[in-house]
């Protein structure tokens, strides 16, 4: 005999399934869907993901890049875009493009950006749930997903409910931030979720060097590359990708690492 707390669990179950099933189909003109994530904030999560999009973007694949941090949406800043997306009769939302990356962001929908988002788990799901459904992206090659930190209600909603094809996880070198990417990873394999590889941040004389690599062999897992501290990322006009020789180097050996991992994972699958 069922009980009432069975009957309602039962329901969340289809409800979940139902939300997954809507956004699955809703998606489906996008070929490859990636998450930038970090077991902590600060890491240059943001900024790895608007310069893969960018770079992506720039080599001929069709890109999107969704924003899906709630609480501190920073991508619209990095790109420098301000128009807001479009809305169409039927209420869905038009993505906005820049250097040939469509954005959908919450910082678009803030009156005032300096003012905090204040909102518990259920709201934050409710948001992340309605931009990936009322989101029309078109036919896309990739879609970046700029993920929030932490292992809390909002990356655990958005792994859930968006079928990802991967991962890619973003660390710097010192100790505590490691501890923290490796918390962060051992949720995602949880979930089974591919992680496609580690990406080290912020690599120099400051913060030094190999956290992420030794990471990544701790934990099995790729290691995709660093990306070390430069003035070049004082260049706020355009991603720094585009506007820097250095960092556009290390960046295709990262997205060389990223497209090899995803091929290794469609073999597996195959």
């Not at 409710?126 to 997903?145: E, K, P, R, S």
């Amino acid at each position: 005999m069922t009980t009432p707390h069975d009957n309602a669990r039962l329901e969340a179950i289809k409800k979940s399934w139902e939300e997954r099933r809507r956004i699955s189909q809703h998606l489906s003109r996008i070929k490859t869907k990636i998450a930038v994530y970090s077991g902590k904030g600060g890491v240059g999560k943001t900024t790895v993901a608007v310069n893969l999009a960018a770079l992506l973007a720039q080599q001929g694949s069709k890109v999107g890049l969704l924003d899906a941090d709630i609480d501190c949406p920073n991508v619209t800043k990095v790109l420098n875009i301000t128009e807001p997306p479009q809305q169409t009769d039927d209420e869905t939302l038009v993505p906005s493009e820049r250097y040939g990356v469509k954005v959908m962001s919450m910082a678009f929908f803030q009156q005032n950006e300096e003012e905090a988002i204040i909102w518990r788990g259920p709201m934050v799901h409710n948001a992340i749930n309605q931009f990936l459904q009322v989101t029309d992206w078109g036919d896309l090659d990739y879609l970046v997903v700029d993920m929030p930190p932490g292992t809390s209600d909002a990356p655990l909603t958005i792994m859930q409910t968006l079928p990802l094809d991967g991962v890619v996880a973003v660390a710097t070198p010192q100790y505590l931030a490691k501890l923290d990417a490796k918390r962060s990873i051992n949720m995602i394999k949880r979930l089974n979720v591919r992680v496609l590889g580690v990406v080290e941040n912020f690599t120099g004389d400051m913060f030094g060097k190999g956290g992420g690599e030794e990471l990544a062999r701790e934990m099995g897992l790729p290691f995709l590359g660093s990306l070390a501290m430069r003035s070049d990322y004082r260049n706020n006009s355009k991603p720094t990708v585009l506007v820097s020789a250095a960092v556009r180097a290390e960046y295709e050996t990262i997205l060389a690492g990223m497209k090899a991992s995803l091929q290794a994972s469609v073999a597996a699958k195959g």
